[in-house]
T-cell receptor, first 109, second 114 residues
Framework: GQNIDQPTEMTATEGAIVQINCTYQ??????LFWYQQHAGEAPTFLSY??LDGLEEKGRFSSFLSRSKGYSYLLLKELQMKDSASYLC??????????WGAGTKLIIKP | DVKVTQSSRYLVKRTGEKVFLECVQD?????MFWYRQDPGLGLRLIYF???????EKGDIPEGYSVSREKKERFSLILESASTNQTSMYLC?????????????FGDGTRLSIL
């Protein structure tokens, strides 16, 4: 079967750094997305990785290792507004999106 | 910015009713999707469409149907609502089938079936 694993919940402190991991076992791989979803709102696109390595976008970076079936989202200089759920999704060999259950990130002052 | 608009944020219906959820996107996107989101589960794809009048089943189509008569509008229909269809429903669109194209989501409809 196809599976995406993410921690259910994480807590971090304002101003700190947090890494949210995503591991996947899918039939094939054609890319990985990260989305942010604030409570009661739409998921919004953060990043797309298809090649190994780190992609940096301001305070947010996303890393991919295809050989390990692993990705992480790194959030630096955390702000209270970063409190949200972070969703990992993988495109499989049939070009279908497989979604993780999401990681709820709680930022404390 | 892409705008995906879902007709209702909250909806309460009774068991056995026929329920219509409407979704409109304003960026001429080819692809549209309907998901449901339940606690502890990833988004689950109900139906999707790559073109007008075209529809494809997703992972959990049972009990649902869809309609895409115009490019900008994608409707989800619960033929005879049941309590296990109580959920958050999310509509999304994307520009093309290019895999790197992200999906853009509406704010969701929280549907309760009593």
């Amino acid at each position: 079967g196809q599976n995406i694993d993410q921690p259910t919940e994480m807590t971090a402190t304002e101003g700190a750094i947090v890494q949210i991991n995503c591991t996947y076992q899918t039939s094939g791989f054609n890319g990985l997305f990260w989305y942010q979803q604030h409570a009661g709102e739409a998921p919004t696109f953060l990043s797309y990785n298809v090649l190994d390595g780190l992609e940096e976008k301001g305070r947010f970076s996303s890393f991919l290792s295809r050989s390990k079936g692993y990705s992480y989202l790194l959030l630096k200089e955390l702000q209270m507004k970063d409190s949200a759920s972070y969703l990992c999704a993988v495109i499989d060999s049939n070009y279908q999106l497989i979604w993780g259950a999401g990681t709820k990130l709680i930022i404390k002052p | 910015d892409v705008k995906v608009t879902q007709s209702s944020r909250y909806l309460v219906k009774r068991t056995g009713e026929k329920v219509f959820l409407e979704c409109v996107q304003d960026m001429d996107h080819e692809n549209m999707f309907w998901y449901r989101q339940d606690p502890g589960l990833g988004l689950r794809l109900i139906y999707f469409s790559y073109d007008v009048k075209m529809k494809e089943k997703g992972d959990i189509p049972e009990g649902y149907s869809v309609s895409r008569e115009k490019k900008e509008r994608f409707s989800l229909i619960l033929e005879s609502a049941s309590t296990n269809q109580t959920s958050m429903y999310l509509c999304a669109s994307s520009f093309s089938r290019e895999v790197s194209q992200p999906q853009h989501f509406g704010d969701g409809t929280r549907l309760s079936i009593l």
